[in-house]
């Protein structure tokens, strides 16, 4: 059922100063993208009624970048155009696969990884690898601009450091293995030390759901691994669906950061990640199964 | 409001609430071969394409129509010369009750815009947002094969 639209209002600016103006002088109004999720909110009958503004036309939020801390990533980038990417496929391989997990061609050809990470959603495709990869969002409004680590972002359910007004403007991914460039300082979201150009990174990510195509994720498991001299040298772990919030798993880091990669270590990674995540039950899975999915990801991860 | 939009080559004017769902604008012209199935993006149905990217048309608010170009099902076909795509579901028996063919075939037109080649996989993957009632998968999957090669 479509609600009645006079309660809704739409306005598409121009440009990026036009849209940062509008919401300026309209606190209330809500910035989207595609409007994949938007829309079947709406026909479900439970978006609020008020203004939104669409970012569409937003060109200086397109593009993907090669920058001094590793790559940019403009806000309405698509699931497609992040498949697309030789540069994000050759650096950051688990983003193109998160990207082809998140819905149908039709759904990635509109979804975009801005809208993805404001839509908040604990459930969401993209977010768990923009953990582990240290991402640091740029954040934009009339009034100026800011960056900020990823990790902290979300407060809460759909609760996210963003004030009335602001946008996510760009995602901005520091250097991986392969890369030359080294993270800035002064954004760094990191524990542990960096990855290093070289180093023999295991990525890892798997989401599991009701079928293969389409589903949201029951457990969602995004992973970085370097293992060398016999020892877990740094690794990165985040989860999705588990959670108020997507999660970086830092307790379960701790438990093999440093650690001969055997069964002790795995069996105290695993404790420690059953401490850290806060599964529920709910119209798709429970929260045993999760628990249990959880740690078996990490088995499959690490071994 | 009204937006200037171009549907199967037709300069077209579509007048609606910004935010209404451009499926129904596009039937409201008359082209009812863009159908509503679940009217919120899990089946596929109201697929059309947007400057050639299929997208789902119960998702795309009326705006977002605005400039571009549309194709719809009624607009694959050359007159009466159907596409090796529309052949092939009638060949291989790729229609059945025929409410997913709209949104099937302009997947596979899609696909096979990007890739003219492809695996049994490939085409899986770009119909996984495409549901069919009658269950006719592997007919669909056989049809997009076939129309692959005739290309």
Known sequence: MIPLLEDYQLVVPRSLRGALDDLAQHPQARPFAGGTDLMVVLEAGHLPPGRYVSLQNCRELLGIERAREGVSIGALTTYSEIQRSPLLADNYPLLRLAALETGGIATQNRGTIGGNVANASPAADTPPVLLVYDAVLELVSASGTRRVPYVGFHRGYKKMDLQPGEIISRVLLPGVAGQGSRPAETVRASVGRAFRPGDPIRSYYRKVGTRRAQAISKVCFAGLLHVEAAAVQDVRIALGSVAPTVIRALATEDALRGQPLDATTIAAAERALLTEIAPIDDIRSNARYRGRVAANLLREFLS | ?151
Request: proline share 4%; aromatic share 2%; glycine share 12%.
């Open chain 2, 1 to 151: 409001m009204k937006i200037t939009t171009t549907i199967n080559g037709q300069p077209t004017i579509l007048d609606g609430h910004p935010m209404s769902r451009l499926l129904d604008a596009i039937r409201a012209t008359g082209l009812t071969g863009t159908k509503e199935g679940c009217g919120e993006g899990e089946c596929g149905a109201c697929g059309v394409l947007l400057d050639g990217a299929l997208v789902n048309s119960c998702l795309t608010p009326l705006a977002h129509a605005e400039g571009v170009a549309i194709t719809t099902i009624e607009g694959v076909s050359s007159g009466e010369m159907l596409h090796e795509v529309q052949e092939a579901f009638l060949e291989y028996g790729g229609a059945q009750c025929g409410i997913c063919t709209p949104g099937m075939v302009l997947a596979a037109v899609e696909l096979l815009s990007r890739n003219p080649d492809p695996t049994e996989d490939d085409v899986r993957v770009a119909l996984a947002g495409n549901l069919c009632r009658c269950t006719g998968y592997m007919r669909i999957f056989e049809s997009v094969l076939e129309a692959a090669k005739k290309q």
